[in-house]
């Protein structure tokens, strides 16, 4: 017999009022985390969100966004939410770019373990959003942990 588990991400981008979605990759940084974590709780958790204006496709061996507008945010919440058929199987990453905060032309976003350095668990890749100084864009991240 076999387990068999795979780690998967949905990104919803708010921007005022506006909404999209994306999947994300957990890159190979951000699965030598998870195993850490079971392991012990050497490694910071996840605490910070950041945004940028690159459209590369994410790849396994990124560790950083490739073009961070601004410095990284703490994150707004942090939760365990029921998404498929296992209670709590899915990390729910809220954060919220205010007014002023990360303005430009958003096109890939991380989740990090520090507000620099640390690790980045995953990246995601999405369809230009256009953020205005006056706009706010929240953006929920999810990490669902499913059998294959």
């Given amino acids: 017999m076999k387990d068999l588990i795979g780690v998967s991400g949905k990104v919803t981008f708010n921007l005022n009022g506006k909404i999209v979605h994306s999947e994300n990759l957990v ?5 030598a985390f998870i195993t850490s974590r079971l ?5 910071a958790v996840i605490s910070h969100m950041a945004i940028g ?5 994410p790849t396994g061996t990124q560790t950083n966004l490739l073009a961070t507008i601004d410095a990284r945010l703490p994150l707004d ?14 990390i729910q990453y809220v954060c919220t770019f ?21 690790v ?5 890749q999405f369809a230009a959003i256009n953020k205005l100084v006056a706009d706010t864009l929240v953006i929920t991240w999810q990490i669902k942990f499913e059998p294959v």
């Fill in 27 to 31: 890159v190979n940084t951000g699965i």
């Fill in 120 to 124: 980045m668990l995953s990246r995601v």
């Fill in 98 to 118: 205010g007014p002023g905060v990360s303005t430009g032309v958003l096109r890939e976003a991380g989740l990090f373990n520090a507000l620099t350095g640390g």
């Fill in 39 to 43: 392991f012990d709780a050497s490694s």
């Fill in 77 to 90: 919440s942090t939760n365990r939410v029921t998404v498929g058929a296992i209670t709590n199987d899915t």
């Fill in 53 to 57: 204006t690159d459209s590369s496709v």
